[in-house]
């Protein structure tokens, strides 16, 4: 399947260039999970990052986005920045012209960022996934602030917190020694997923 993708969007990109398309062409790649690495024969690893697809540990939410506008962009350009899929919209009609950031997005435009005129300001990043997946997750919700991330479990109300930092693997739950932390992003989850008006998993009767 990765194969055949990539034969897909390499015949793509050959014909806008072979159009002479390529200066007035915003290419952007990004895919919406990680790796198949828990389940179904687990034929791809994700390591260093925990688990994969369906799974809201790093494995399976953390991906590369790789952006190409020939002439308009610098290439082999680094960003380090953590974004997020509700960003591509924003930033796309800010990048072509044909709008800014609309007031109800989730997400932020990164044409400052991307083009190097400027950065990101610093802000949480959610996830939410109230429903089992057959690749083994389970419901839960996430928020990212930082370096730090917790995840909270419908089923077990539970949380889990990591430091990404030191701690790419999500090996070391510290919910329990950061208590103080762990609640006040709970909190913060909380209201980000009330706002939004969230749907939340329940149960069977």
Do not use: C
């Not at 990052?49 to 506008?69: C, F, H, S, T």
């Amino acid at each position: 399947m990765v194969e055949a993708m990539d034969q897909a969007i390499g015949k793509v990109l050959d014909e806008i260039e072979a159009q002479g398309l390529s200066e007035k062409t915003l290419i952007v790649f990004f895919s919406d999970h990680g790796g198949l690495s828990t389940a179904e024969g687990s034929p791809t690893s994700n390591l260093p990052l925990r688990a994969g697809k369906g799974w809201l540990y790093e494995g399976g939410i953390r991906v590369p986005m790789i952006v190409n506008w020939a002439g308009k962009l610098n290439p082999g350009k680094k960003i380090d920045t953590p974004v997020i899929s509700n960003d591509l919209k924003p930033t796309i009609l800010d990048l072509v012209g044909i709008g800014g950031e609309a007031e109800d997005e989730d997400g932020k435009s990164l044409k400052n960022l991307i083009t190097g005129s400027g950065e990101l300001e610093d802000r949480p990043l959610y996830w939410h996934y109230p429903h089992y997946g057959n690749q083994g997750g389970n419901p839960g919700s996430v928020i990212r602030k930082g370096d730090w991330k917790l995840i909270y479990f419908y089923e077990s109300d539970s949380l889990e917190l990591y430091n990404l930092k030191v701690d790419i693997g999500e090996k070391h739950n510290l919910a329990d020694q950061e208590t103080e932390l762990a609640g006040a992003l709970k909190t913060e989850l909380f209201d980000w997923l009330v706002t939004t008006k969230a749907a939340f998993p329940r149960p069977n009767n």
